[in-house]
């Protein structure tokens, strides 16, 4: 995990979950990204709520996902030629699917010392817990 220099955070409404894990499903390095966004959850000040992920990650992803998500095509380039290498035989999300995900999604990186309380400062958003 050396090279897991960095952490990633980011929350989308929960409407877009679906959506949103398709897309992570190529950016994860390894396996799992399609369930990214299925266990954590929080809300804003005006009580909408969102899914988020929060993940250790590398410079080079760090320095990629502010011009990924502010960029869908390139970001849809990324994932089609994933979903192609590795998931060729799943529908990638489409142009459409990758422009909504962009434009909803809100984002933090930081340093790895950086803990998730303070990205969700810093996204306006509040952890919620799940009753036991």
């Keep these: 995990m050396s090279d897991y220099t960095h952490r990633g955070t980011c929350a989308v409404p929960v409407a877009l979950v679906s959506t949103t894990n398709a ?3 190529a950016l994860d390095p390894d396996v799992g990204g399609d369930s990214s966004f299925d266990i954590l959850r ?4 005006a009580s ?9 990650c590398t410079e080079a ?3 990629q996902a502010p011009y990924l998500i502010a960029n869908p095509q390139a ?6 030629q994933d979903y192609a290498q590795r ?16 434009a909803a999604a809100r984002i933090v990186v930081t340093t790895r010392d950086e803990a998730l309380e303070a990205h969700l ?9 799940a009753a036991a």
Excluded: K
């Design 48 to 56: 909408a709520e969102y899914a988020l992920t929060s993940a250790l």
């Design 42 to 45: 929080a809300t804003d000040s």
């Design 121 to 129: 400062v810093e996204l306006g958003l509040l952890l919620q817990v």
């Design 23 to 25: 897309i992570w499903r």
């Design 61 to 63: 992803f760090a320095g």
């Design 87 to 102: 998931w060729e035989e799943i529908e990638p999300p489409s142009l459409a699917d990758v422009e909504m995900f962009c």
């Design 75 to 80: 970001l849809h380039t990324v994932v089609a």
